[in-house]
């Protein structure tokens, strides 16, 4: 008879492995041991590192406050992406710019002033949809991408506005989505001793070998000092390495480079930028590949995302240093070599991979600590007993290549609807074959039939698409035939109303700095 699970070991430390401790000790207590095995060699690299509104929730979860855990940290917020070049300028400008901002709702709603948008036109009808009508008709009365248009955020991005009040204070608080930008080795030292501290055992070790029964399934594993650690259930947090998933269980990696062309990158640590606390991740297109930038409290993270096919590790590092322009310290890059792609089964037996031993798109848009969360919360949910209910881990692993897929797709798009054609990289960049799934939904989304699927994770739903869609000039062909039928009037008391948000928020928030350093100081 089939018993609860009672033991759970994780190798592998790192954001993914303290996060699923703490996670897994969360959701079930003192019921299930937990062991973490860390390596003391593997070094610990702080990068800065961008997420997305999820893991606000995921932090609640865990019982973290803002208050507590940011300032020890290094964290700040995150209100959206800015795109740098990734198009040709438009006419009589030096660059082109878009912003991803973190839309808070689907269909927008401008608190504090009127009815909800749908209250008037039926869920389902969007704003942008009117803002679209407007844009194929010409109309040079609306903004120029949906991001700008569908809300205030943008502006506030631009003055580095933090994007809620400080506490105590009479300011206007828009209520809006955001994240956070943090350094990784400090959040995982901060989610070490919350786990621990909640009962957690660690362990630093090495791995030395791992006993699999003949049916494969993983008995226990040997460390270096000799102690032999066994369990039900084994969590593979070793990140590309996939040490227990691929190396012992030999379970095949399903590559993604010939969609997603960039394998590789460089990070450094730098200088903050002048003119204020970002409260955005910057990614910025380059002849080989693009930049990412992510403010911290005290430092800037950056790294250059590049293809090995047409440029090498010693020019990448050559292409960051100059873009920071003697922002970068004086240390030596962290040449990182990314596996692009999935495994064919993320939860095989009594192993689950968990993060990027799991699978990996690449950084573009901050997805890695949101496909832990959701690996997290798909293992509670199909959590085993010591039957291993097949049915479980088939249902498992189909959801976590529907997700890779779609945040795939996502991925791809920014780089499919490129109209770059000045160096080889991007050149190939949009000759590159597209996933089938990919060429099907810009079909759709061309008429304007943005519908996410309900049965999969949707991390970016059609507010996203909206921004990435209108900042990269996508060739809509027509607005939803409803709206021709519907008040323009109403549309454009929105487009006022949130016009009137600019002003409001852009006057009334403190800037991100002024809440940073408060936050600092305990509020």
């Known amino acids: 008879m089939a018993r609860p699970i009672e033991k759970i070991v994780i190798v592998g430390g790192g954001t993914a492995g303290w996060l699923s401790a703490a996670y897994l000790n969360r959701a079930f207590g003192g019921k299930v041991g937990i062991t973490l095995i860390e390596s003391p060699r593997i070094p610990r690299i702080g990068v800065g590192e961008a997420t997305v509104p999820t893991l606000r929730t995921t932090f609640a979860f865990l019982g973290m406050d803002e208050a507590d855990w940011m300032p020890k940290t290094n964290a700040v917020f995150k209100s959206a992406v800015r795109f740098n070049d990734w198009r040709k300028p438009h006419e009589g400008k030096d660059g082109h710019t878009y912003y991803h901002p973190f839309f808070d709702v689907p269909e927008p709603a401008v608190r504090n002033y009127e009815k909800p948008f749908h209250k008037r036109f039926g869920r389902g009808v969007s704003l942008a949809h009117f803002w679209l009508k407007q844009r194929l008709a010409g109309d040079t009365r609306v903004r120029e991408t ?95 390495r996939g040490l227990l998933i691929n190396q012992t269980l030999n379970e095949p990696f399903v590559s993604a480079n010939d969609v997603l062309l960039c394998d590789s990158a460089v990070a450094l640590p730098a200088q903050h930028k002048e003119g204020g606390l970002r409260p955005y991740t910057s990614a910025t297109a380059k002849p080989d590949g693009w930049i990412w930038e992510i403010p911290l409290a005290d430092r800037d993270g950056t790294g250059f995302v590049y ?22 310290h004086d240390i030596d890059g962290n040449h990182i070599k990314m596996r692009v792609g999935h495994n064919q089964r993320s939860w095989v037996n009594n192993c689950v991979a ?10 573009l848009e901050s997805t890695t600590i949101a496909l832990i969360e959701y690996q997290l919360a798909l293992l509670v949910l199909h959590f085993p007993d010591s039957g291993f209910d097949e049915r479980r881990r088939a249902r498992y692993n189909e959801l976590m290549v529907g997700a890779f897929e779609d945040m795939r797709d996502f991925i791809v798009m920014h780089y499919t609807l490129t109209d770059r054609n000045d160096t080889e990289f991007w050149n190939a960049v949009r000759e590159a074959p597209i996933p089938a799934s990919l060429e099907e939904k810009l079909s759709e ?35 939803p035939p409803s709206v021709d039928l519907m008040n323009d009037a109403a549309a454009w008391e929105m487009f006022k109303q949130i016009d009137k948000e600019r002003e409001i928020y852009s006057a009334g928030l403190p800037s991100h700095r002024e809440y940073i350093d408060a936050l600092h100081r305990g509020l």
């Open 307 to 328: 293809s090995s096919a047409f440029t090498t590790p010693e020019k990448a590092e050559r292409r960051l240093r100059d873009h920071l322009g003697g922002r970068d």
């Open 354 to 363: 968990v993060g990027l031993s799991s699978c990996f798109v690449e950084p």
């Open 445 to 479: 989304y061309a008429d304007s039939v943005i519908i996410p699927d309900g049965s999969q994770l949707r991390l970016f739903e059609t507010r996203s698409l909206w921004a990435i869609l209108s900042g990269m000039d996508f060739e809509f062909k027509k607005a």
């Open 146 to 240: 949906f991001g700008d248009a569908g809300m205030a955020l943008q502006r506030l991005c631009e003055l580095n506005k933090a994007p809620k009040p400080l506490p105590g204070t009479d300011a206007p608080d828009p209520g809006y989505r955001y994240a956070y930008h943090f350094d990784a080795a400090l959040v995982a030292k901060y989610l070490r001793e919350l786990a621990t501290g909640r009962g957690v055992k660690h362990v630093s070790a090495d791995v030395k070998s791992v006993t699999v029964d003949p049916r494969g399934t993983i008995e226990k594993v040997v460390t270096d000092t000799g102690g032999e650690i066994e369990a039900d259930l084994f969590l593979d947090c070793t990140g590309f």
